[in-house]
């Protein structure tokens, strides 16, 4: 972070003089900007997917809805246990044999997949806190399955589904090793635009847009530990 406020033309720590310029450059850059662009989209339907997908298996696994509880929970908790590189190679393998790779929504399914066990995790920790009379009460006054979900258990949850959702979108917002297996030459994002980079020579360019990455996840961070605490679900 230091180096990037350097006026060198090369990484060096401490910085020789101070100056934004390498900031200026990042953000008047075209292909940064698209980079950009394309983290902040693929992060968002990423984590809208997660947080639709994550919030119905939590609450079909917490009511014991479905059989099989214990290994969909192991199933959908793997992304956690195994190498990113690893599914990497597998998602790559997979939609190439179903000639699916390049598209854009793989990408957005490849991250859900990678972030669903956030979602899951703090969505499964509120759901055990609350108390099932609670829902049971609001439909014996008349409201159906969904609708004592919708008017109860769910702002009930919000708390735990918006930390679930900030920590998917970090997630997905700073990968590399899934991503870059299922990008075309026409695609990157902002994490793997820096990985290609290094490859080419280090300017403090490379540390301006690293810099951007870690303010924007540090404010997404404490944003959530401020309004929700998002700690106590992980």
Do not use: C
Request: glycine share 6%.
């Amino acid at each position: 972070m230091l180096a990037a406020f350097s006026k060198t033309t090369y990484l060096t720590i401490p910085p020789q003089g101070w100056t934004l310029d390498w900031f200026r450059a990042v953000l008047n850059d075209a292909s940064y900007l698209k980079a950009i662009s394309t983290s902040l989209w693929l992060a968002t339907l990423a984590t809208a997917l997660s947080l639709i997908l994550g919030t119905a298996a939590s609450y079909a696994l917490h009511h014991r809805l479905i059989p099989g509880r214990d290994a969909i929970m192991s199933l959908i908790m793997a992304p956690l246990v195994f190498p990113a590189v690893v599914i990497g190679v597998a998602l790559l393998q997979y939609v190439t044999m179903i000639g699916l790779r390049g598209h854009f929504f793989v990408l957005v399914l490849a991250h859900a997949i990678i972030t669903l066990p956030y979602v899951v995790r703090s969505a499964m920790s509120s759901l055990t806190g609350i108390n099932p009379q609670i829902e049971e009460a609001a439909t014996v006054l008349g409201a159906n399955g969904f609708t004592a979900f919708r008017l109860v258990t769910l702002p009930i949850i919000k708390p735990g589904l918006v930390a679930g959702g900030i920590f998917s979108f970090v997630t997905s917002l700073d990968n590399v090793p899934v991503t870059i297996f299922l990008l075309t030459p026409r695609q990157t994002t902002l994490p793997v635009k820096i990985f290609g980079a290094v490859e080419h020579g280090v300017d403090p360019s490379i540390a301006a847009a690293s810099t951007l990455m870690i303010a924007g996840t540090a404010v997404a961070l404490i944003l959530a530990q401020r309004w929700v605490n998002f700690t106590r679900f992980f």
